[in-house]
């Protein structure tokens, strides 16, 4: 009888399976880490208050002629209003089946319970995330529709929502959101942007700018110079490192314009589409951390569910909403091509 060779027992021999997963999907989350955290809701629709200063007026600028009474009085509340988001309840259930859970041996997985709670709560980081960088307007719950809050998009426009509106009086300048082409995003309309602004606060502030990765990119462009067709100057690159470096670095992290500066954060998740399961690389927020906040209701938990038999099943879960503050001095670049 020959002996048997390696083609003779591939299907029963033993496998050599290392015992560990190599996940290389590793996305941030910045809104959901960046963001304050706020008081905790207690009531499916949050509210809070938002003013403006009065501005000055002819009349006073003119003086007060000595001897004369007041006869006329001011209102200093014309922009007071309240403005309101939806808590909004996310959660992902799991079942793991029993003979899973106690029989099988899994390479790189010794506990099915812990490596699903691992992987599912990260899932719904994501899908906060998601819910919270997007154009998502809110919706208040029915018998068949779901609370949902506003997202950032939403927020950060020129004109009024279809749900709950903000007031004319603190809604964004038409000016602080850019609609134009990325390729038409030069230096000059983004300190229109910061103008913009600036001329809100009329303070030069240090803002994070939260940007997909062709705005991203676009800021990098502004290191180097360009060649026009009007003129005949070539294109030129200068660098900060020593040649024998042997290192370039070609990146921008931080601008600073006129009237305030840029910190860039890049992130996927921006106006996400699930069609695509792609975010809009175009778009970016120029936001105040200070003027938004984060309210749970709860944090990310785990609620165990009734086993009905096929084994154990759990949910993770959190509810939340998005505040503005006030979004007139936040800005937003979202080009479509």
């Given at each position: 009888m020959?002996?048997p060779v390696?083609?003779?027992?591939?299907?029963f021999?033993?496998r050599?399976?290392?015992?560990?997963?190599?996940?290389v999907?590793?996305?941030?989350?910045?809104?959901f880490t960046?963001?304050p955290?706020g008081?905790t809701?207690?009531?499916?629709?949050?509210?809070?208050?938002?003013?403006?200063?009065?501005a000055?007026?002819s009349a006073?600028n003119?003086?007060a002629?000595?001897?004369t009474?007041i006869?006329d009085?001011?209102?200093y509340?014309?922009d007071?209003a309240?403005?309101s988001?939806?808590?909004?309840w996310?959660?992902n259930?799991?079942?793991i089946?029993?003979?899973?859970e106690?029989?099988?041996?899994?390479?790189g997985?010794p506990r099915?319970?812990?490596?699903a709670?691992k992987k599912k709560?990260?899932?719904?980081k994501?899908?906060?995330e998601i819910?919270?960088?997007?154009d998502?307007e809110?919706q208040a719950?029915?018998g068949?529709?779901?609370?949902?809050f506003r997202?950032?998009?939403?927020?950060?426009?020129?004109?009024?929502?279809?749900v709950?509106?903000?007031?004319?009086a603190h809604?964004?300048?038409?000016a602080?959101?850019y609609?134009?082409t990325?390729?038409a995003?030069t230096e000059?309309?983004l300190?229109?942007?910061l103008?913009?602004?600036?001329s809100?606060?009329g303070?030069?502030r240090?803002r994070q700018?939260?940007?997909?990765t062709?705005?991203k990119?676009?800021?990098t462009?502004?290191?180097?110079?360009?060649?026009?067709?009007?003129?005949?100057m070539s294109?030129?690159?200068?660098?900060?490192?020593?040649v024998d470096?042997?290192?370039i670095?070609?990146t921008?992290?931080v601008?600073?314009?006129?009237?305030g500066?840029?910190?860039?954060?890049?992130?996927?998740w921006l106006?996400?589409?699930?069609?695509n399961a792609?975010?809009d690389i175009r778009?970016?927020?120029a936001i105040?951390t200070?003027r938004?906040?984060?309210?749970?209701v709860?944090?990310?938990?785990?609620k165990e569910?009734?086993?009905?038999?096929?084994?154990e099943?759990?949910?993770?879960?959190?509810?939340?909403?998005?505040k503005?503050?006030n979004?007139r001095d936040q800005a937003?670049f979202?080009?479509t091509s």
């Open positions: 020959a002996n390696v083609s003779d027992i591939l299907t021999g033993q050599d399976l290392l015992d560990y997963i190599t996940l999907d590793m996305k941030d989350t910045p809104f960046l963001l955290k008081s809701p207690d009531a499916v629709t949050v509210e809070w208050p938002v003013d403006n200063q009065v000055p007026t006073i003119a003086g002629v000595d001897g009474d006869s009085f001011d209102s509340q014309d007071y309240i403005l988001n939806k808590v909004q996310f959660r259930a799991v079942m089946g029993e003979m899973a106690t029989v099988q041996n899994q390479a997985i099915q319970r812990a490596y709670i709560m990260e899932q719904l994501r899908q906060v819910r919270i960088s997007g998502d809110m719950p029915t068949t529709n779901p609370s949902q997202g950032i998009g939403k927020w950060i426009q020129a004109t009024a929502q279809s709950s509106p903000v007031p004319t809604l964004v300048p038409t602080s959101v609609t134009g990325l390729a995003l000059t309309n300190q229109a942007v103008t913009s602004q600036y809100v606060t303070q030069t240090t700018l939260i940007v997909g062709s705005l990119q676009n800021f462009s502004y290191i180097r110079t360009q060649t026009s067709s009007a003129n005949v294109s030129a690159r200068f660098f900060t490192a020593p470096a042997k290192k670095v070609n921008v992290d601008y600073v314009g006129d009237f500066t840029y910190e860039l954060l890049p992130s996927l106006n996400y589409s699930f069609t792609l975010g778009r970016g927020y105040d200070e938004w906040q984060l309210s749970f709860h944090p990310m938990k785990i569910l009734p086993d009905q038999g096929g084994g099943r759990f949910m993770v879960h959190t509810k939340l909403t998005l503005c503050l979004p937003k979202a080009s």
